[in-house]
Structure formats: structure tokens, C-alpha cells
């Protein structure tokens, strides 16, 4: 997968991406992209998943995934004094799926039989992970990902086997993968009923009271401050 660079990107922009989410499944959610010029099966799911890969080699991460991804050797990853979770070096899972369209890099438009060609539709900078534009991609101003919840090292943080998260009766474990905080631990990319607040970037927990929740609900929910 090439890595494209701004000087002969040609960027348009999807415009339901980054918006509010409904919390009524993914047709009509920020990820529903069946009624973009640039996806020419017309479908939902096939921009990120496929029954059948037909040999195509995405880099083996699982879930079906049918979109090309990032080049993950180009991340500066968060770091703190005061991090106590084993990092990765390099986005990993579920976070490098995310990136694979929110750090700008690769195109919407790389899926399917595209993958390894590259694209021509690129997400808009109001879509990317804030912050991250530059060469190499920085994730040291965002929240960390790809790392171990870990309260045996941060007893700052809640008990992810007994602490609830969101409306969906599940615990914090649930939202972790492989014991490691992803994106997917903070956002629910299918906008589900029962895992997504409304009205919000696909939070699994309000963090305001306008939002049905309780002021920095999603924060307080693993950080116990």
C-alpha cells in the first residue's frame, strides 16, 4: 500500500464522516457509506468487511476487514511520565482498522478489489484523529491507544471486570481488546442501539448532561478521579 502524499492527493471529502451519530444501527450512521460516488458496490458493510476475501492479504487483522491499512511503522505513539499501561510501539487491532481512513493517509475509496491501488478519496482534516496530520503521524496528542489497562500498575483506574460501561450492562473488560484500550473501548463504530449515545461521536457513554449522561461521564467511567 502506497502512502500518498498531499501534493498529488486530490481530497474530497465524505460528509457524513465524523458526524453525530442517531444510535439507530449502522444504515443512516456516520458509517453508512452506501450512497457515496466513490463506493461503487452501493453497500454498507462491504467498505470495511467482506464474507469472502478472495485472497486478498489486508495484513491478516481479522474481523473480515476489506480496507486497505495503514503504514503503522509511521506513528510517534503517546507518552507520558505518568503512563503506567504497557504501550505498543505501533498502532495495533482495532486502532490501526480506525486509522486506516481517520489518519488521512489511506484512501475511503481502498477497499474491496482496491486494495493495493492506491485511492483518490481521502477523508477531510475535520474527520482525522485531531492533531495527528504530520509526517511521521503523531498520536501524542490524543488519548493513548493500543495500550494495557492495567490497575495492578494504575490504581487511578477503574475495575474493568466490574465497572459498567454505557447502556449495554457490560463492563469495561468488554470494550477491551486483548486487555488493551483501542478506539473501538471509547467510540462504537456500527452506532448500535445499545452501545451508542446519541447525538454524540459515537460515545459508549454520555459525557454531558445535555447527553443523558453526567458531566466527563466517559472519562469517569475507567478514570477514578
Not at 45 to 63: A, E, K, N, W, Y
Not at 93 to 113: N, P, Q, R, Y
Not at 191 to 215: M, Y
Amino acid at each position: 500500500m502506497a502512502l500518498i502524499t498531499v501534493a498529488v492527493v486530490a481530497v474530497s471529502l465524505a460528509p457524513m464522516a465524523w458526524a453525530n451519530g442517531a444510535a439507530n444501527g449502522i444504515a443512516n450512521s456516520p458509517h453508512d457509506f452506501s450512497n457515496e460516488n466513490w463506493n461503487n458496490t452501493g453497500e454498507i458493510c462491504r467498505t470495511c468487511h467482506v464474507p469472502h476475501d478472495h485472497g486478498r492479504d489486508t495484513g491478516l487483522v481479522g474481523l473480515l476487514w476489506n480496507h486497505a491499512l495503514p503504514d503503522t511503522t509511521g506513528y510517534v505513539m503517546y507518552s507520558s511520565s505518568s503512563l503506567d499501561g504497557a504501550a505498543d510501539t505501533e498502532p495495533t487491532g482495532i486502532s490501526k482498522m480506525c486509522l486506516g481512513c481517520h489518519d488521512g493517509t489511506v484512501a475511503l475509496d481502498e477497499f474491496d478489489s482496491n486494495v493495493g491501488t492506491p485511492g483518490t478519496t481521502f477523508i477531510g482534516s475535520g474527520d482525522q484523529v485531531p492533531n495527528l496530520p504530520g509526517s511521521p503521524q503523531d498520536l501524542r496528542a490524543t488519548h493513548p491507544i493500543s495500550i494495557v489497562y492495567d490497575i495492578s500498575l494504575d490504581q487511578e483506574l477503574n475495575d474493568p471486570d466490574t465497572t459498567q460501561m454505557g447502556a449495554s450492562g457490560r463492563t469495561i473488560s468488554a470494550f477491551l481488546e486483548n486487555g488493551k484500550v483501542q478506539c473501538s473501548s471509547c467510540h462504537d463504530v456500527h452506532d448500535s442501539p445499545t452501545e451508542a449515545v446519541a447525538g454524540t461521536k459515537l460515545l459508549r457513554e454520555a459525557q454531558t448532561a445535555g447527553q443523558g449522561g453526567s458531566p466527563s461521564g466517559l472519562c469517569l467511567t475507567c478514570h477514578n478521579k
